[in-house]
């Protein structure tokens, strides 16, 4: 049965809660999870989402702006939701409101908030954001300092301390060790200034599913795992303690098919011309619903249960393909973009290499008017 529309996503729930239950049993009971569910849950719909990974027992998400969690809140989602990447002058508003914890990422912005609090004669939670070694959000500042601050900041609540991993998936790399070290060093000294937070954070996908328990403390923060993907180690990395398997199909209708002769030339700037008398079909996915313009040429599909080719360059709205050797496609069959046909698969991952980018990109990319389709 196909939902009838020119392109779109099939989102499986089970899948998703499959994949929560998976780094839920990884990480144990000592450990809270955190639902990385910003930017639409990578393309996931956060909404929806949000709500299976909420019935499955999640109790934290985590998002990037104060929107996304004010999304949450008004879809009715009521476990805690952490704002990791707003500008704390711009989300404040929100936090009481909602009930959004914002991630604090300079001592200056911990100052101001304080006195926000104050302000308004409100108590509010925040998680600081250490840089130990990223480069990017995150107070550089010494133990001692941070330590002043935070006593200081009377009207707030210091409730998490977080950092985060600039190279996880590295194990040539030093980085993510000495990182890890640094915050561990950063916990005991503050600790032994008399400030533990109740929650100690910095892996997120990564460090949980190729097994690096150090760096989980009592919480960690997946995003991609839960949508079904790990990212490939590179170097020496110990083998993945964490299954999960992707949860999003996109498909595209075919709106129109037609031989054309050898010789001819197909699409923008002619970059394809038919090798052979070929059958091309044209479906309604382009660069503006998020397939990649580097496919243009390289890519593939999957139709009628097999691996064909895109011809030519993907356009704003539609994309051909080769299905010569696929009779039953007729205008409004539809064809995989991503995802499985019986054994034939295409997932982010592959596409992503092809395209020169990361799945991260190719699921987010995934554009809003792609219709999102939430199945069992
Ligand atoms: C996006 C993000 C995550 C989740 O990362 P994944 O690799 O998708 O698991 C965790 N923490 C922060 C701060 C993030 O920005």
Redesign the pocket.
Known sequence: MEPGFRSWVEVSRRRVAANYAAVRSAVGDQVEVAC?V?ADAYGHGAVEVSRTLAEAGARWF?V?TAEEGVELRRAGIEGRILV??DYARLSREALEEYGLTLVVHSLEDLRELDAFAANRDIRLPYHLKVDSGMGRLGTLASAAVIADTIQSAANLEFEGLMS?FASASDYASAQTALQSRAFEALCRELCARGFLPRFRHIA???PVAYGRRDAWHNMV?????LYGYISPARGDAPSRILEVEPALAWKATVISAKDVPAGARIGYGGMYTATRPMRIAVVGAGYADGLSHRLSNRGQVVAAGKLVPILGAVSMDVTTIDVTECPSIVPGSSVTLLGAEGAVTIDAQQMARIAGTIS?DILCGIRARVQRVHIA
């Open positions: 990385v910003k985590a990037s990791m990447a985060h997120s996908t990564n923060r997946p995003g991609l795992a991260y």
